[in-house]
């Protein structure tokens, strides 16, 4: 079955650190570039950061830039993110996002989604 999974969300304190997973299965991993997109509550689709796949080239949103970190292991068929010094401004729905080809492009559409995984930052 061709699917991304999420997870690793959770409820963390500002300033604090949550590392996201995203498990994808049925098809050629390595061959696709990734995205990691939020939305936050009341809000729309508010794309964080992409990595190529092949040569790994990694795009970071401004707003995140800094804090997040995005990888990938192709061996395992996972894509990462690890968020530190989160704020409560990075509360949202982490959704991983597939490209349809191995370079991302921010002009085309993603064509699967995962679930989404909650993530809550606040004291």
């Known amino acids: 079955e061709v699917q991304l999974v999420e997870s690793g969300g959770g409820w963390v304190q500002p300033g604090g650190s949550l590392r996201l997973s995203c498990a994808a299965s049925g098809f050629t991993f390595s061959n696709y570039a990734m995205s990691w997109v939020r939305r936050a509550p009341g809000k729309g689709l508010e794309w964080v950061s992409a990595?190529?796949?092949?040569?790994?080239?990694?795009y970071y949103a401004d707003s995140v830039k800094g804090r997040f970190t995005i990888s990938r292991d192709d061996a395992k068929d996972t894509l990462y993110l690890q968020m530190n010094n989160l704020k409560p401004e990075d509360t949202a729905v982490y959704y991983c996002?597939?490209?349809?080809?191995?370079?991302?492009?921010?002009?085309?559409?993603?064509?699967?989604w995962g679930q989404g995984t909650q993530v809550t930052v606040s004291s």
């Open positions: 990595i190529n796949g092949g040569d790994n080239t990694i």
């Open positions: 996002a597939k490209s349809e080809g191995v370079w991302y492009n921010p002009k085309r559409e993603y064509d699967l």
